[in-house]
């Protein structure tokens, strides 16, 4: 008996169906793992001080986080936002973060102006070591709670999502 058509396409769709599956799996571990950071203790290297500049905001990917200066304060903001967790972004034109999901918006330090999260944005301890900033992302510190706002300022501009 040789190798039939069938034969070969159930192989196939067989072959086919279990690689989907791995790439499944592959792509659920991706999203799912924990942030690779660089060393054990989950200390990341962010640069010298001098490069994050005051009333900015970058993002650090590696990290998914944010070093914002606020008048000379560095602050490691976690990405995630504390109402249900939705990535914030911060916006240039208002100068303040703006979480698309629900609309709370935080200064440049992280401090809750508006908006249903329960507190300022999460934070990651930083140290400065040899004029470079080093975030510890294997820790965080809760935000700040509501009424706290050492940091605020007034609005630079419109804000992006259109919510304050
Ligand atoms: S997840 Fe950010 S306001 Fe709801």
Request: hydrophobic share 35%; net charge positive; charged share 15%.
């Amino acid at each position: 008996m040789g190798i039939t058509r069938r034969y070969l396409l159930r192989t196939g769709w067989k072959i086919g169906g279990g690689m989907l599956a791995l790439l499944a799996g592959w792509t659920s571990w991706e999203l799912l793992r924990p942030l690779t950071v660089a060393g054990a203790s989950g200390k990341m290297k962010l640069g010298s001080p001098a490069n994050y500049k005051a009333g900015t905001a970058t993002f650090v990917n590696q990290g998914r986080l944010w070093v914002s200066n606020a008048d000379g304060h560095l602050f490691a903001l976690s990405q995630k936002c504390p109402h249900l967790g939705c990535r914030v972004p911060f916006c240039e034109s208002s100068g303040r973060f703006e979480c698309p999901c629900h609309g709370s918006v935080f200064d440049i330090a992280g401090e809750w102006i508006s908006g249903p999260s329960p507190r300022g944005m999460d934070q990651h301890p930083l140290t400065v070591e040899n004029d470079v900033l080093i975030v510890d992302t294997s820790q965080k510190i809760n935000g700040p709670d509501h009424g706290a706002v050492a940091f605020l300022t007034d609005s630079k501009g419109p804000a992006c999502a259109g919510n304050g």
